[in-house]
């Protein structure tokens, strides 16, 4: 079984910068695809940015130039820092795993956080 406890929502304005952070916890020796997802009020979920091992990033067209992330596997953490944040980037923000190498076993079970809010407004 896998923890992802995420943290750094909050409320800022317009142009204003946030770091989220997700760290895993459980018996893990590795995992294939840390990702970041958001959910706006009445919208689906959309996938942020996603970052397989042992580091290559993904990033949506919509936060490509202001977003960018990192994995410390050796924490089994993942990190957005997100600049120049707008409006638009409202959302409630969950850490996502996928493909976990247990101390045990390999499995592609995937995880969920319990996301954190992040909110952008003048």
């Known amino acids: 079984q896998v923890q992802l406890v995420e943290s750094g929502g909050g409320l800022v304005q317009p142009g204003e910068s946030l770091r989220l952070s997700c760290a895993a916890s459980g018996s893990i020796t590795r995992i294939n695809v840390m990702a970041w997802y958001r959910q706006a009020p009445g919208r689906q979920r959309e996938l942020v940015a996603r970052?397989?091992?042992?580091?290559?990033?993904e990033y949506a067209d919509s936060v490509k130039s202001r977003f960018t992330g990192s994995r410390d596997n050796t924490k089994n953490t993942v990190y957005l820092q997100m600049d120049s944040l707008e409006p638009e980037d409202t959302a409630v923000y969950f850490c996502?795993?996928?493909?976990?190498?247990?101390?045990?076993?390999?499995?592609?079970?995937?995880?969920w956080g319990q996301g954190t809010r992040v909110t952008v407004s003048s």
């Open positions: 970052f397989s091992y042992p580091n290559t990033p």
């Open positions: 996502y795993a996928y493909g976990v190498w247990y101390t045990s076993h390999y499995a592609n079970d995937e995880y």
